[in-house]
C-alpha cells in the first residue's frame, strides 16, 4: 500500500524584511533607505512519510515549524524549490474549528457557510442539519447570532460541523486545545470513529494524552529539523527531555 | 503542488459567500436594505436641488440621469472598496483553509452586485413615475451591466492584492474615487464635455458604461456601436488582467498577510 503522504527534502524559507514597511507613507519617507529581506528558514530539510489509516502526531516547541508545516501539506503555503510533497487521497481543507464561522451570522448560517468551505453541498447539509446541531446541543440557539454564543457553544457547533467531513485525510491544529474536558471526550470519541473507518489523520497536539492514546507514531520538530520520528512514547520522551533543557 | 478546485465547488462557495456578504452588508434586514439606500439616495436630493434650482438645468428627465449615474457609480465605489478588502479582509480564513482565494474577493464584489439589482428597482420606480416608455433598447443594458460587474472585479482583484503590501491604498483609492466622481460624466452629461477632451474621457472605461446606461434606459444622448463594443471588451480586459494580476501574486500574498 502506498504511503497517504510522503514528504521529502521539504524545506521552507520566508522573506522576511528587516523592516515592516507597510504602507505607502513610510515607503516614500523611507525611499533612500534600503530593506533588505532576510531569509527565515522556518522548515529545513524536512523528510518522512504517513501511510494510510496512521494516526500521526506533530509536536514541537511554539514557533519550531509545526504549523508551518501542517499548512504547507493543506496547501495553504507553498514549499520551497526542491521540496517533494506527494499525497494520495483529498485532504480535508480545514485546519482549526470553527474557521470561517461569522459573528455577524446566525448560528444556522454559519453551518451552511461552514460546511459549503468544507466541501458539502446544499443537500448533503440539509441531510445532515438536524444531526449537527443535537451534536452540538444547540437546538435553541441556531436563530442566534453566532457573536452572543459563548465561547464553549461555538467550538461546539463547529466542532459538529467538521464532524461531517468525509475526507480521507485529516489535518488538525490545536483543536484539543479549546474547550472543556467533556468536549476532549468528544474529539476522542471523534478521533476513535476515525480510525475505525481508516482515515488518516495528521493532530498538532501539546497534549500527551491524546498522542499516548490515539498515536501510532509521531513526529517531533525542534527548530526547523526533524528532530525524531517514531513511536509515541519515544518521541514524548524526547520532547519532554527537551522542555527541561 | 497545486491541487486545482472541483468547478462545483468553487460555484457552491461563491453563492455561499456571496449571500454571506449581501446579507452582512444590509444587515439581514428590509430596514438594512433602506439605510444602504439612504447614501446614493441622500447625495441625489442634494445634486438635484443644487442643480435644478440654482443652476436652473431644464434638461428633460435629468432627475433620472443623474439618479442611474449616482446609483451605478455607488455601485462602483462600494464593490471596488468591498474587493479591495476581500483578501486581507479575510485573512483567517486563508491562512487556516485552503480554499480558491480568489473566490472570497469575487463574492464581496458580488454581494455588492445583488445590492445594485435593488437599487436598479427603485431608478425603474422613478422611470416608471417619471413617465419613461419601455422599449426594446432598454435589453441592451443587460450587456453593459455585465461590463461593469466584470471592469469592477478587475479592479477589485488588483486592488485586493496590492492592499496586502500597501495597507493605507484605501485611503488612496479614496482620493481617486473622489476624482473620479467629478472626472466621470455622473452629475453632467458627456455632451458637455468638449470635443477634444471626450476621447480622454472614454479612457475611463465608466463613462462609457453611464453615457449607454443613459441611453439605453432614459433615452438622453446617443451610443455608436464601436463605442458600446469598445466598452465591453476594456471591460473584458480589465477583468481578465486583474484575474492574471491575481493568479500572480497569490501565494505570495497569502504569506504576508
Same mark, same amino acid.
Given at each position: 500500500?502506498?504511503?497517504?503522504?510522503?514528504?521529502?527534502?521539504?524545506?521552507?524559507?520566508?522573506?522576511?524584511?528587516?523592516?515592516?514597511?507597510?504602507?505607502?507613507?513610510?515607503?516614500?519617507?523611507?525611499?533612500?533607505?534600503?530593506?533588505?529581506?532576510?531569509?527565515?528558514?522556518?522548515?529545513?530539510?524536512?523528510?518522512?512519510?504517513?501511510?494510510?489509516?496512521?494516526?500521526?502526531?506533530?509536536?514541537?516547541?511554539?514557533?519550531?515549524?509545526?504549523?508551518?508545516?501542517?499548512?504547507?501539506?493543506?496547501?495553504?503555503?507553498?514549499?520551497?524549490?526542491?521540496?517533494?510533497?506527494?499525497?494520495?487521497?483529498?485532504?480535508?481543507?480545514?485546519?482549526?474549528?470553527?474557521?470561517?464561522?461569522?459573528?455577524?451570522?446566525?448560528?444556522?448560517?454559519?453551518?451552511?457557510?461552514?460546511?459549503?468551505?468544507?466541501?458539502?453541498?446544499?443537500?448533503?447539509?440539509?441531510?445532515?442539519?438536524?444531526?449537527?446541531?443535537?451534536?452540538?446541543?444547540?437546538?435553541?440557539?441556531?436563530?442566534?447570532?453566532?457573536?452572543?454564543?459563548?465561547?464553549?457553544?461555538?467550538?461546539?457547533?463547529?466542532?459538529?460541523?467538521?464532524?461531517?467531513?468525509?475526507?480521507?485525510?485529516?489535518?488538525?491544529?490545536?483543536?484539543?486545545?479549546?474547550?472543556?474536558?467533556?468536549?476532549?471526550?468528544?474529539?476522542?470519541?471523534?478521533?476513535?470513529?476515525?480510525?475505525?473507518?481508516?482515515?488518516?489523520?495528521?493532530?498538532?497536539?501539546?497534549?500527551?494524552?491524546?498522542?499516548?492514546?490515539?498515536?501510532?507514531?509521531?513526529?517531533?520538530?525542534?527548530?526547523?529539523?526533524?528532530?525524531?520520528?517514531?513511536?509515541?512514547?519515544?518521541?514524548?520522551?524526547?520532547?519532554?527531555?527537551?522542555?527541561?533543557? | 503542488?497545486?491541487?486545482?478546485?472541483?468547478?462545483?465547488?468553487?460555484?457552491?462557495?461563491f453563492l455561499?459567500l456571496t449571500?454571506?456578504n449581501f446579507?452582512?452588508?444590509?444587515?439581514?434586514?428590509?430596514?438594512?436594505?433602506?439605510?444602504?439606500?439612504? +447614501?446614493?439616495?441622500?447625495?441625489?436630493? @442634494?445634486?438635484?436641488?443644487?442643480?435644478?434650482?440654482? &443652476?436652473?438645468? #431644464?434638461?428633460?428627465? *435629468?432627475?433620472?440621469?443623474?439618479?442611474?449615474?449616482?446609483i451605478l457609480w455607488d455601485f462602483f465605489t462600494q464593490a471596488t472598496v468591498a474587493g479591495m478588502?476581500g483578501?486581507?479582509?479575510?485573512?483567517?480564513?486563508?491562512?487556516?483553509?485552503?480554499?480558491?482565494?480568489i473566490v472570497?474577493v469575487m463574492a464581496a464584489i458580488s454581494g455588492s452586485f445583488i445590492g445594485l439589482f435593488f437599487n436598479l428597482?427603485?431608478?425603474?420606480?422613478?422611470?416608471?413615475?417619471?413617465?419613461?416608455?419601455?422599449?426594446?433598447?432598454?435589453?441592451w443594458f443587460i450587456p453593459l451591466l455585465a461590463a461593469l460587474y466584470l471592469l469592477v472585479t478587475g479592479i477589485g482583484l488588483v486592488l485586493s492584492?496590492?492592499?496586502? +503590501?500597501?495597507?493605507?491604498?484605501?485611503? @488612496?483609492?479614496?482620493?481617486?474615487?473622489?476624482?473620479? &466622481?467629478?472626472? #466621470?460624466?455622473?452629475? *453632467?452629461?458627456?455632451?458637455?464635455?468638449?470635443?477634444?477632451?471626450?476621447?480622454?474621457?472614454?479612457?475611463?472605461p465608466i463613462?462609457g458604461i453611464l453615457?449607454y446606461s443613459?441611453?439605453?434606459?432614459?433615452?438622453?444622448?446617443?451610443?455608436?456601436?464601436?463605442?458600446?463594443?469598445?466598452v465591453l471588451g476594456i471591460s473584458l480586459l480589465v477583468f481578465l488582467l486583474g484575474v492574471?494580476?491575481f493568479?500572480?501574486?497569490?501565494?505570495?500574498?497569502?504569506?504576508?498577510?
Amino acid at each position: 500500500m502506498q504511503p497517504a503522504i510522503t514528504v521529502k527534502n521539504l524545506s521552507k524559507t520566508f522573506r522576511l524584511p528587516a523592516e515592516r514597511r507597510g504602507t505607502l507613507r513610510e515607503r516614500l519617507m523611507k525611499v533612500h533607505r534600503r530593506n533588505d529581506k532576510m531569509p527565515k528558514r522556518t522548515l529545513d530539510n524536512i523528510s518522512f512519510e504517513i501511510q494510510q489509516g496512521e494516526f500521526f502526531g506533530i509536536i514541537g516547541r511554539n514557533g519550531s515549524g509545526k504549523s508551518t508545516l501542517l499548512k504547507i501539506l493543506a496547501g495553504i503555503y507553498q514549499p520551497d524549490k526542491g521540496s517533494h510533497i506527494e499525497i494520495h487521497g483529498r485532504i480535508a481543507p480545514m485546519l482549526e474549528l470553527g474557521v470561517g464561522f461569522n459573528p455577524e451570522l446566525t448560528g444556522r448560517e454559519n453551518v451552511y457557510l461552514s460546511a459549503t468551505i468544507l466541501g458539502l453541498t446544499r443537500v448533503e447539509i440539509d441531510a445532515r442539519y438536524d444531526e449537527i446541531i443535537r451534536f452540538a446541543e444547540l437546538e435553541n440557539f441556531m436563530e442566534l447570532q453566532v457573536k452572543h454564543y459563548s465561547s464553549g457553544m461555538a467550538v461546539r457547533l463547529a466542532f459538529a460541523v467538521a464532524m461531517q467531513v468525509d475526507a480521507p485525510i485529516m489535518l488538525l491544529d490545536e483543536v484539543l486545545a479549546v474547550g472543556d474536558f467533556v468536549f476532549q471526550e468528544k474529539c476522542f470519541a471523534y478521533f476513535e470513529e476515525c480510525k475505525r473507518k481508516g482515515k488518516t489523520l495528521i493532530l498538532v497536539t501539546h497534549n500527551p494524552e491524546a498522542m499516548m492514546r490515539f498515536g501510532d507514531r509521531a513526529l517531533m520538530i525542534h527548530e526547523s529539523k526533524v528532530e525524531i520520528v517514531g513511536l509515541p512514547q519515544e518521541v514524548l520522551k524526547v520532547y519532554q527531555q527537551a522542555q527541561k533543557a | 503542488m497545486t491541487t486545482t478546485f472541483d468547478k462545483s465547488y468553487f460555484l457552491r462557495l461563491f453563492l455561499t459567500l456571496t449571500w454571506a456578504n449581501f446579507k452582512m452588508r444590509y444587515y439581514g434586514s428590509i430596514l438594512g436594505y433602506v439605510w444602504s439606500l439612504l +447614501k446614493p439616495l441622500a447625495l441625489f436630493g @442634494v445634486l438635484y436641488f443644487v442643480y435644478s434650482f440654482v &443652476f436652473k438645468q #431644464t434638461a428633460p428627465h *435629468y432627475k433620472l440621469f443623474l439618479l442611474l449615474g449616482i446609483i451605478l457609480w455607488d455601485f462602483f465605489t462600494q464593490a471596488t472598496v468591498a474587493g479591495m478588502n476581500g483578501f486581507i479582509g479575510n485573512y483567517q480564513m486563508i491562512r487556516k483553509v485552503y480554499l480558491p482565494r480568489i473566490v472570497l474577493v469575487m463574492a464581496a464584489i458580488s454581494g455588492s452586485f445583488i445590492g445594485l439589482f435593488f437599487n436598479l428597482i427603485v431608478f425603474a420606480i422613478f422611470a416608471i413615475f417619471d413617465g419613461v416608455d419601455i422599449h426594446w433598447r432598454m435589453l441592451w443594458f443587460i450587456p453593459l451591466l455585465a461590463a461593469l460587474y466584470l471592469l469592477v472585479t478587475g479592479i477589485g482583484l488588483v486592488l485586493s492584492i496590492i492592499v496586502v +503590501k500597501v495597507r493605507d491604498m484605501l485611503s @488612496v483609492w479614496d482620493v481617486f474615487l473622489q476624482l473620479g &466622481f467629478w472626472l #466621470t460624466p455622473i452629475i *453632467y452629461p458627456m455632451s458637455m464635455v468638449p470635443e477634444k477632451l471626450r476621447f480622454l474621457m472614454f479612457l475611463n472605461p465608466i463613462a462609457g458604461i453611464l453615457t449607454y446606461s443613459r441611453y439605453l434606459l432614459v433615452g438622453i444622448g446617443g451610443l455608436t456601436k464601436v463605442g458600446y463594443c469598445y466598452v465591453l471588451g476594456i471591460s473584458l480586459l480589465v477583468f481578465l488582467l486583474g484575474v492574471a494580476v491575481f493568479k500572480w501574486k497569490e501565494a505570495e500574498m497569502v504569506e504576508d498577510l
